[in-house]
């Protein structure tokens, strides 16, 4: 069960998404010995992260990445419009020491200053063009009073509330061995919906809600999306129908490569390389994603320097030259 299911509501302006991945999120996991508090909150960042590309209206990569000073230094989920995720923590101390009940504040934002930031990276990007990222601070400001954001899906809600300007519920759940989401989006009155009065359309947005919140973190962690989709709309399918597209499904899937690393190593610099060599006899690494390894001995290296020369020959020459 690694699916991802877009529905459309007949009698409302909503459109709704519900996932639920296992062995994807299981190959996530494999390769990580995060304690648990720390796997069920970047396993409700990768329901997040896929939710969200479903609902991408273009061909790209969208990252969530987090970064603090709390015992979570780095969090990144990344995930493809054609729902190919990866997902990693790095730990700023030892796993023991984590509290088994920190909340998402504790774990990062440790001293209210910690952020989430969300990169829209279209495949289709020209050279020099920045990709957009939307910033959510990780806590409120309410006059003197710091409320900081206890959960994934508030932090969610809050970035698509503040970036995009649309009304959006969102339910996460995780566990060890599944990842279970829900997501309900306000859409104009008008256009697709245009015959709804706003009264009704209104109505209709808050009706969707109220059984949207009747989902239960155990059927998230449980259900394939089509049993939630019935169970939870059945009075508004039999009155208005509700309309669900073909689940579409959810892959684990590593971008590294050898030829990635070799970029790393260049910029590095040839003589950063040789130190690690006379150090340690070859370089050596591991992708945090996937914890595949990689390893440039002498010869390696010596062939990653030398095709600098071809790889400079296809940057853009500077000018006057
Ligand atoms: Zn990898």
């Known amino acids: 069960m690694n699916e991802l299911l877009v529905f459309m509501c007949d009698g409302a302006p909503v459109r709704g998404e519900i996932v639920s991945i296992s062995s994807a999120w299981q190959a996530v996991l494999e390769r990580r010995n995060d304690p648990p508090v720390v796997r069920r909150m970047l396993g409700d960042f990768v329901g997040a992260a896929t939710l969200l590309s479903a609902s991408l209206k273009f061909d790209g990569t969208l990252i969530i990445q987090a970064q603090s000073k709390g015992p979570i230094q780095l969090l990144v989920v990344e995930c493809k419009s054609d729902l190919t995720m990866r997902a ?3 730990l700023s101390v030892e796993a023991d020491s984590i509290d088994p009940n920190a909340t998402l504040g504790e774990l990062l934002d440790a001293d209210n200053t910690g952020r989430l930031v969300i990169t829209l990276d279209p495949s289709d990007r020209q050279p020099g063009q920045p990709p957009y990222q939307g910033i959510v601070a990780l806590q409120e400001h309410r006059g003197t009073v710091i409320k900081p954001v206890t959960s994934a899906a508030e932090a969610i809600a809050l970035y698509m509330q503040n970036s995009e300007q649309v009304d959006t519920r969102i339910w996460l759940a995780s566990n060890d061995t599944h990842v279970g989401g829900l997501l309900l989006q306000r859409l104009p009155d008008s256009g697709g919906h245009a015959h709804l009065d706003p009264q009704l359309a209104a109505e209709g947005w808050t009706r969707i809600q109220t059984l949207g919140e009747t989902i239960t973190n155990e059927e998230l962690l449980t259900l394939p999306p ?10 508004e399918s039999a009155e208005n129908g509700v309309r669900s597209f073909p ?8 971008r590294c490569s050898r030829a990635k690393v070799a970029d790393v190593l260049r910029m590095l610099g040839e003589e950063e390389v040789e130190s690690i060599l006379a150090e340690q006899g070859a370089v050596e690494t591991e992708c945090d994603f996937c914890a595949k390894a990689y390893r440039f001995d002498a010869v390696d290296c010596r062939q990653v320097f030398k095709t600098d020369l071809l790889a400079d020959a296809t940057r853009p020459p500077s000018s006057g030259h």
Do not use: D, N
Not at 226 to 235: A, G, K, M, P, Y
Not at 247 to 254: E, T
């Open 88 to 90: 990693t923590v790095k």
């Open 226 to 235: 089509e049993t939630i989709l019935r169970r939870l709309f059945l009075e």
């Open 247 to 254: 689940a579409r499904p959810v892959r684990f899937s590593c």
